[in-house]
């Protein structure tokens, strides 16, 4: 049984940073492709960031909006995916999601995404 578990969500002051994990299990196959994603109320899940491990070294892939700011990374020894968010806005808050998939062709499309976490809440105050 597959299971994605996020954590590190929390309140913070613009400007400031927080780091997610998403601790990974069951998966199917080796090398999934693997993303963060976010939904505020009212909007559309959008895709924030997502590394890609079966090219080698492996690639990163992140939304405008987060570019600079964002940074997606992985554990292989821990099965753990992180985000570190830095210089955190308003507008970064929703609710965050970590997704993994095979074959994904649209790394940022968070309908390519087969498994998914609950979600852990970022709020970021001005």
């Known amino acids: 049984q597959v299971q994605l578990v996020e954590s590190g969500g929390g309140s913070v002051q613009a400007g400031g940073s927080l780091r997610l994990s998403c601790a990974a299990s069951?998966?199917?196959?080796?090398?999934?492709?693997m993303g963060w994603f976010r939904q505020a109320p009212g909007k559309e899940r959008e895709g924030v960031a997502a590394?890609?491990?079966?090219?080698?070294?492996?690639?990163?892939y992140y939304a405008d909006s987060v570019k600079g700011r964002f940074t997606i990374s992985r554990d292989n020894t821990k099965n753990t995916l992180y985000l570190q968010m830095n210089s955190l806005s308003p507008e970064d808050s929703a609710m965050y999601y970590c997704?993994?998939?095979?074959?994904?062709?649209?790394?940022?499309?968070?309908?390519?995404?087969?498994?998914w976490g609950q979600g852990t809440q970022v709020t970021v105050s001005s």
């Open positions: 590394l890609v491990l079966v090219t080698r070294g492996g690639t990163t």
């Open positions: 069951g998966l199917p196959y080796s090398r999934p492709y």
């Open positions: 997704a993994a998939g095979y074959y994904v062709d649209s790394v940022l499309d968070s309908r390519k995404y087969s498994y």
